[in-house]
């Protein structure tokens, strides 16, 4: 069951695999929670041997404050800075992220701004905005009524998760936000992953967000596999964090 904490700006559930300290932090997508890595941070937490923490962001599972209306459009940012005060309540002072599609942008925001990280495994993240992705966070908002539905079973209030989320990604402001700029700033080992058969991205989002970061990063496409990548091949999600987590071990000693 997950475990709370209560901060000035938030009350973040939260929930931890395996003994000791965490070393392994992961962040959920947009309309994500911890219910939803399914299996993920357990595996992981059996295969390195480290504890693994996920938590709920703000709004999502039983986490507080819950939004009303659309998130700012720079909320990424916000949840990056939460991230690290979170970090720093929880005395983790050398976390390896790993975070899928919103969750993989607030790890490449953390690591850009100097917060202090281990490494990254970026999952499906999103450094710009894609016209597809738009497309499809539009489609959803015309009929919403299904994954408001099936999102009630990790959210304490899924309408309005969906509607914070959704309505901030379809808006004219966040459609020019952009970090690639930013990237370059990642000093740490980033392995950024995507499936060829994501309907929130096309390749370029993989290569330009690669190329960015420069020396530290490394892309991996995925043939076959979609925007849920943990859904579909948790063996290879598994296998492609522990390898890149001991990498990073062995790097910083």
């Given at each position: ?6 901060m000035i700006e938030?009350?973040v559930e ?5 003994a000791?300290?965490?070393?392994i932090?992961m962040l959920h997508?947009g309309?994500?929670?911890i219910?939803?890595?399914r299996?993920t941070?357990?595996e ?15 709004g999502?599972g039983?986490?507080?404050p ?10 990424l940012h916000?949840?990056?800075r939460l ?7 929880l ?17 490449l925001l ?9 490494g990254?495994v970026a ?6 905005v894609?016209p597809?992705?738009v497309?499809?966070?539009?489609a959803?908002r015309?009929?919403p009524?299904?994954i ?5 079973a990790?959210?304490a209030?899924p309408?309005a998760?969906f509607?914070?989320w ?5 808006s004219?402001?966040f459609?020019r936000?952009d ?6 700033e990642?000093?740490?080992p ?11 991205a096309t390749?370029h989002?993989?290569r ?5 970061i420069g020396e530290?990063?490394?892309?991996q496409?995925l043939?076959?596999?979609g925007h849920l990548?943990h859904h579909?091949?948790v063996?290879?999600?598994?296998d ?5 987590f001991?990498?990073a071990v062995g790097?910083?000693?």
């Amino acid at each position: 069951m997950p475990e709370r904490i209560d901060m000035i700006e938030a009350s973040v559930e939260y929930e931890v695999w395996g003994a000791g300290a965490p070393r392994i932090v992961m962040l959920h997508d947009g309309l994500g929670s911890i219910a939803q890595w399914r299996d993920t941070p357990a595996e992981l937490a059996d295969r390195t041997g480290v504890a693994v923490m996920a938590y709920n962001r703000p709004g999502h599972g039983g986490s507080t404050p819950v939004p009303t209306g659309p998130w700012p459009t720079l909320w990424l940012h916000d949840q990056a800075r939460l991230l690290a005060r979170l970090l720093e309540e929880l005395d983790i002072p050398d976390p390896f992220l790993v975070g899928h599609s919103d969750g993989g942008s607030i790890a490449l925001l953390h690591a850009s701004s100097g917060g202090a990280c281990r490494g990254v495994v970026a999952l499906a993240p999103h450094s710009f905005v894609e016209p597809v992705c738009v497309s499809a966070i539009s489609a959803m908002r015309a009929d919403p009524s299904r994954i408001i539905r099936s999102l009630g079973a990790h959210h304490a209030d899924p309408a309005a998760v969906f509607e914070a989320w959704s309505g901030v990604w379809v808006s004219d402001e966040f459609g020019r936000w952009d970090i690639r700029d930013r990237l370059a700033e990642i000093s740490c080992p980033t392995l950024v992953v995507q499936g060829d058969a994501d309907d929130y991205a096309t390749d370029h989002q993989l290569r330009s967000t690669v190329d960015a970061i420069g020396e530290p990063a490394s892309g991996q496409l995925l043939p076959g596999v979609g925007h849920l990548i943990h859904h579909q091949r948790v063996d290879l999600v598994v296998d492609l964090v522990a390898v890149a987590f001991v990498a990073a071990v062995g790097r910083t000693g």
